[in-house]
T-cell receptor, first 110, second 113 residues
Framework: GIQVEQSPPDLILQEGANSTLRCNFSDSVNNLQWFHQNPWGQLINLFY???GTKQNGRLSATTVATERYSLLYISSSQTTDSGVYFCAVATSGGSYIPTFGRGTSLIVHP | DSGVTQTPKHLITATGQRVTLRCSPR?????VYWYQQSLDQGLQFLIH???????AKGNILERFSAQQFPDLHSELNLSSLELGDSALYFC????????????FGSGTRLTVV
């Protein structure tokens, strides 16, 4: 199956800092999603982005499908951004069920 | 509120017991996916239903079963529970079969004692 690697595994920031999270995948994809799991366990869909660039407030994401990676940018981070960020991908030629990466754990200090 | 409703939020039960977890998808969504999240295994796909039919199975144990009803809500049945079944169980819904984003429910935290 498709391999999904997220980096860094852990990230600690001061409030106001910017950060970039990366998701590498091993095959062509037709489905790529970014999720945020908050400290209470809730999983929130941030972006559906199999290709291209999207922005939502302080968050933006870019997927370069031909080079098999996606980036999630967080600008002017806030304490409420803390939690785990997952990317999930599904291949064009294999199972349509997205495979989740292990996540990037983000802690934002005030 | 994501629009996906999961009940109960918490469940504590003894080994050997059977429990049922319930999920109501977002209005208009035909797909329901079940996932298990444990500390050591991450988010593991269990099973997918689309418009009442099973469409894909993941690493779902034989002690576990699921179904999707005509009103599109889904139930995940876990039987002969073991300590290792303690985990967060999520359902997610989407409009179609693939190439769509997921919306997750808030999860059911199952503790087996």
């Amino acid at each position: 199956g498709i391999q999904v690697e997220q980096s860094p595994p852990d990230l600690i920031l001061q409030e106001g800092a910017n950060s970039t999270l990366r998701c590498n995948f091993s095959d062509s994809v037709n489905n790529l999603q970014w999720f945020h799991q908050n400290p209470w366990g809730q999983l929130i869909n941030l972006f559906y982005i199999p290709s291209g660039t999207k922005q939502n407030g302080r968050l933006s994401a870019t997927t370069v499908a031909t080079e098999r990676y996606s980036l999630l940018y967080i600008s002017s981070s806030q304490t409420t951004d803390s939690g785990v960020y997952f990317c999930a991908v599904a291949t064009s030629g294999g199972s349509y069920i997205p495979t989740f990466g292990r996540g990037t754990s983000l802690i934002v200090h005030p | 509120d994501s629009g996906v409703t999961q009940t109960p939020k918490h469940l504590i039960t003894a080994t050997g017991q059977r429990v049922t977890l319930r999920c109501s998808p977002r209005s208009g969504d035909l797909s329901v996916y079940w996932y298990q999240q444990s500390l050591d295994q991450g988010l593991q796909f269990l099973i997918h239903y689309y418009n009442g039919e099973e469409r894909a199975k993941g690493n779902i144990l034989e002690r576990f079963s699921a179904q999707q009803f005509p009103d599109l809500h889904s139930e995940l049945n876990l039987s002969s529970l073991e300590l290792g079944d303690s985990a967060l169980y999520f359902c997610a819904s989407s409009v179609g079969l693939s190439n769509y984003g997921y919306t997750f429910g808030s999860g059911t935290r199952l503790t087996v004692v």
